[in-house]
């Protein structure tokens, strides 16, 4: 049986020390196949896969629904506080291997509570590995609470009502994941409008399998922030005039696409023309342990792809991207930005 490809940079790519914010990560998707294997003997929780080699090898997608599938499968392995604990802190400790300096984090509280494991398991878990993230990895982080589109309003609506004691400390906003194919924004306005209303900062997945109208719909009736993926943006000429008008940050995510069969190859991926459309465009990795390659492995696999043509200050523009497209306050941001100017390749 044969592995899944990896796109991990090799040791000397000067891409993992450029410093960079990461704005589209899903704590679950960071579940790398060793550890969902020894939490799975921990927690008695029985895989059909012998060893981490056949888990990987299952890590071939013909589209989002497929990954998604084996994706929330796996999270049967995750049931304490702990195992929230050791699966953040793994990832802390990989992404500033590779230079992130800022995470906003997404999980998926409504995949845990619908298997009987509740939201301050959750939450306190995860918590406990991101309060000294600061002093242990030089990683500050943030989290937003992701919903499920592919559920109804009123389950999304019963979950952010029993997350508010942890609004603005722990968790800073709200976003929206899942299968998009025939849930659009639409069905979230309630959801959105109390997010807007308890003060918390708001994006979506949207345009990634879905239509152009999905970015439209999240930015007019949702009101986020941000646009999580957003490639199909380019299909709606108008679109990107108004997303380049008004810097709306896009939070790319190339392997992922390349994996989930949004683009058929890297060659193809639209972010150069993304960026000459003048658009704020980010790169991130979407569910790095699935996807083959975390944050500065996306920027390596970018900058080896002739095809894309992407120059080293092209990538330094990404990199100070990610920062201007954060939550951070703007004393935070200038800082960051300093740095990114000052990296050398
Ligand atoms: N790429 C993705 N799209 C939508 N929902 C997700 N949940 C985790 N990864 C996702
Ligand atoms: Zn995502």
């Given amino acids: 049986m044969t592995s899944a490809p990896s796109d991990a940079m090799p040791p000397t790519s000067p891409f993992a020390t450029l410093p960079k914010a990461e704005?589209?990560?899903?704590?679950?998707?960071?579940?790398?196949?060793?550890?969902?294997?020894?939490?799975?003997?921990?927690?008695?929780?029985?895989?059909?896969?012998?060893?981490?080699?056949?888990?990987?090898?299952?890590?071939?997608?013909?589209?989002l629904q497929s990954f998604l599938d084996l994706y929330y499968a796996l999270m049967a392995v995750l049931r304490t506080e702990s195992d929230f604990t050791e699966l953040a802190e793994a990832y802390l400790a990989r992404a500033a291997a590779q230079g992130v300096r800022h995470a906003e984090i997404f999980f998926d509280p409504q995949a845990h509570i619908h298997r009987g494991v509740d939201l301050d398991t959750v939450v306190r878990g995860l918590r406990a590995a991101l309060s000294g993230a600061r002093e242990r990895h030089g990683v500050s982080t943030r989290l937003i609470m992701c919903f499920l589109r592919d559920q109804s309003e009123q389950d999304a609506l019963a979950?952010?009502?029993?997350?508010?004691?942890?609004?603005?400390?722990?968790?800073?906003?709200?976003?929206?994941?899942?299968?998009?194919?025939?849930?659009?924004?639409?069905?979230?306005?309630?959801?959105?409008?109390?997010?807007?209303?308890?003060?918390?900062?708001?994006?979506?997945?949207?345009?990634?399998?879905?239509?152009?109208?999905?970015?439209?719909?999240?930015?007019?009736?949702?009101?986020?922030?941000?646009?999580?993926?957003?490639?199909?943006?380019?299909?709606?000429?108008?679109?990107?005039?108004?997303?380049?008008?008004?810097?709306?940050?896009?939070?790319?995510?190339?392997?992922?696409?390349?994996?989930?069969?949004?683009?058929?190859?890297?060659?193809?991926?639209?972010?150069?023309?993304?960026?000459?459309?003048?658009?704020?465009?980010?790169?991130?990795?979407?569910?790095?342990?699935?996807?083959?390659?975390?944050?500065?492995?996306?920027?390596?696999a970018l900058a080896a792809e002739p095809a894309l043509d992407l120059d080293p200050e092209t990538l330094r523009l990404l990199a100070a991207n990610s920062f201007k497209a954060s939550f951070l306050d703007e004393e935070a941001r200038s800082g960051y930005l300093a740095e990114v100017t000052a990296h050398r390749f």
């Fill in 23 to 63: 704005l589209h990560l899903h704590i679950e998707g960071t579940l790398e196949p060793e550890l969902a294997l020894e939490l799975a003997h921990r927690n008695g929780v029985e895989l059909p896969f012998a060893n981490a080699d056949q888990l990987r090898a299952a890590y071939r997608f013909e589209n």
């Fill in 159 to 300: 979950v952010f009502e029993a997350a508010r004691p942890w609004f603005g400390e722990a968790v800073i906003g709200i976003g929206l994941d899942s299968g998009e194919i025939g849930h659009p924004p639409a069905k979230f306005t309630e959801l959105f409008r109390r997010a807007r209303e308890a003060g918390l900062r708001r994006v979506a997945h949207a345009g990634e399998e879905g239509p152009a109208s999905n970015i439209t719909d999240a930015l007019d009736l949702l009101q986020v922030e941000r646009v999580d993926h957003g490639v199909r943006c380019l299909e709606d000429p108008r679109l990107v005039e108004r997303l380049a008008a008004e810097q709306i940050p896009l939070t790319v995510c190339p392997l992922s696409n390349v994996r989930l069969r949004v683009v058929d190859t890297l060659a193809q991926h639209p972010l150069p023309r993304m960026l000459d459309a003048g658009l704020l465009v980010t790169v991130n990795s979407d569910d790095p342990a699935y996807f083959g390659g975390y944050v500065a492995d996306n920027f390596h």
